[in-house]
């Protein structure tokens, strides 16, 4: 039997994390056809070490970037999210140089948000990067939640940890 916390096993984390990655497109799929195009919605997985994780086309243009993040806690335990810095640069760059879009989907265990990219971040830090990357320190924007668009707010229970998280 895998061990039921993400940290405990790298490869169930990531496996829950493709579900949850999965289930946020779809998510977010309704809400564009809801509120904004209502024609076929694609997504592009970028390369592996792209700033972003999709291009998001509407009838087969491009329409904008999308980075989705999994997060493993329920929404408002932490009053910012994270994003490391380069991909607001990127974001900025890109709509300031060529007016391409990116939008920030976040997960997390009972809710999905969205933020324009490009916003400016709320606070600057630097931080240590993830707890597999030992005392590598790195370069975060952060985000109010507050600033996010809830665009569904369905607990996974299925995916609930037995954690503090």
């Given at each position: 039997m895998l061990p039921n916390t993400p940290r405990q096993n790298p490869e169930y984390e990531y496996q829950k994390s493709l579900k949850l990655t999965e289930e946020a497109l779809s998510i977010y799929k309704g809400f564009l056809k809801s509120t904004l195009f209502t024609g076929?919605?694609?997504?592009?997985?970028?390369?592996?070490?792209?700033?972003?994780?999709?291009?998001v086309f509407f009838d087969g243009q491009f329409d904008h970037y999308l980075e989705v993040k999994v997060r493993y806690h329920w929404w408002g335990k932490y009053i910012q999210e994270k994003m490391p810095f380069r991909k607001f640069g990127v974001a900025y760059a890109m709509k300031n140089v060529y007016g391409s879009n990116a939008v920030y989907l976040l997960r997390t265990m009972n809710k999905v948000g969205v933020l324009n990219l490009f916003e400016e971040?709320?606070?600057?830090?630097?931080?240590?990067?993830?707890?597999?990357?030992?005392?590598?320190?790195?370069?975060?924007?952060?985000?109010?939640?507050?600033?996010?668009?809830?665009?569904?707010?369905k607990d996974v229970a299925q995916y609930k940890w037995e954690s503090n998280e």
């Open positions: 076929e919605i694609t997504f592009e997985t970028m390369p592996k070490y792209s700033d972003f994780n999709y291009k971040p709320s606070k600057i830090e630097e931080m240590f990067a993830r707890h597999d990357r030992n005392e590598e320190k790195d370069l975060y924007a952060l985000y109010d939640v507050t600033r996010f668009r809830i665009i569904d707010s």
